[in-house]
């Protein structure tokens, strides 16, 4: 509200510093003009006369000068509505490639107007392109699992096929399609996340007793690749949405189990920070990350390794939903990692103030 006042303040300093000047031309023009005028006649009014003429010429100087000023403001006024309509049907069509190239006083409301539509055309073409990533990535996604499927659905058709590959044959169609299940069940989710619509109810609980509930139920996987698991969790309590955390714990654990090596090392730590928040830490010795996968590894679709098959490795979806679960909660995730030396996701969410009545 200040700022709109003060604006409004230096437009009509303006207006009246550019009257006076006008004015004071119109007057320099009248006085020096109108003698010279008189010696080309030869003849010179009486002073009454000579005071109605100055003020006639002045007149018609001032006001022919205020016309021509507005008009030109009005024809460039004009000329940047015609550039804003024409953006705004280009726009609309789906081309934001737009921008209006004029230099505009963003503190005036016709620059601020041109400013806008130029800021919009930009952040519509940055949606439009992520659309298109995301198209092209689940249609990618959903094709290598029913190639495969197609694939050796018809090798199954042979007639000399073997039990044994017949056998083989059908489990990588029922892998393949469970694969399939799990990418659309997790855009339904992602999706229904991002909806604001999905079911949140927040009530407050013990952190440590959850985490150490997602240990014990992954221990047949730990074990089975002989990796020792190192928990320190300090009795903290948050209000969130149990299940929804849940989730979060077991797609960071998972990810640590798998790509850690045999004999490997996964610590997880629990305890309070700074700020009143809880600070949770997933870390592993496992292959770890190079810069570029730790800057991306949160995006949809992305795979850090290249090397998954379609049969072992995922869909690229699971740390885009652990963060947007995170973000729903008020929390943070971030990644620290180097190539070879393991991989620490690090969480950190509001505590809660008092402890859960039961």
Request: with cysteine; net charge neutral; aromatic share 6%.
């Amino acid at each position: 509200m200040r700022r709109s006042s003060a604006a409004r303040a230096r437009t009509a300093v303006l207006i009246l510093l550019a009257a006076t000047a006008i004015m004071l031309l119109c007057t320099y023009v009248a006085y020096t003009g109108l003698p010279y005028l008189y010696s080309l006649l030869g003849t010179e009014p009486d002073p009454y006369w000579k005071q109605a003429i100055f003020a006639t010429v002045f007149f018609i100087l001032f006001v022919g000068c205020v016309g021509a000023i507005s008009s030109l403001m009005s024809k460039r006024h004009m000329i940047v509505w015609d550039m804003i309509q024409d953006a705004m049907r280009r726009i609309a069509k789906g081309d934001f490639s737009v921008s209006i190239d004029l230099p505009m006083d963003e503190k005036d409301r016709l620059g601020t107007i041109v400013s806008n539509v130029n800021q919009m055309a930009v952040e519509l073409g940055a949606l439009e392109k992520m659309r298109q990533e995301f198209i092209s990535n689940v249609s990618h996604e959903i094709q290598s699992p029913l190639t495969s499927i197609q694939g050796f659905a018809k090798a199954i058709k042979q007639e000399n096929l073997s039990p044994e590959a017949r056998l083989r044959y059908i489990t990588i169609i029922e892998t393949e399609s469970e694969r399939l299940s799990k990418i659309s069940d997790n855009l339904l989710k992602l999706t229904s996340l991002e909806s604001k619509h999905h079911p949140f109810e927040q009530i407050p609980y013990r952190l440590d007793k959850q985490l150490r509930n997602v240990v014990l139920a992954s221990e047949p996987k730990w074990l089975e690749k002989k990796l020792d698991m190192e928990v320190e969790l300090e009795p903290l309590t948050v209000r969130a949405d149990r299940d929804l955390m849940s989730q979060v714990w077991i797609n960071l654990l998972s990810n640590a189990i798998k790509f850690t090596p045999e004999g490997g090392t996964i610590r997880i730590g629990l305890s309070a920070g700074e700020g009143g928040r809880a600070r949770v830490s997933v870390a592993d010795t496992g292959i770890g990350l190079t810069e570029e996968d730790r800057q991306h590894v949160f995006e949809r679709f992305y795979k850090a390794d290249k090397s998954r098959t379609s049969s072992g490795g995922g869909s690229g979806l699971g740390l885009s939903i652990v963060q947007k679960i995170i973000e729903m909660h008020g929390g943070e995730i971030s990644v620290e990692s180097r190539l070879g030396e393991g991989t620490v996701f690090l969480v950190t969410l509001p505590l809660e103030t008092q402890e859960p009545g039961a």
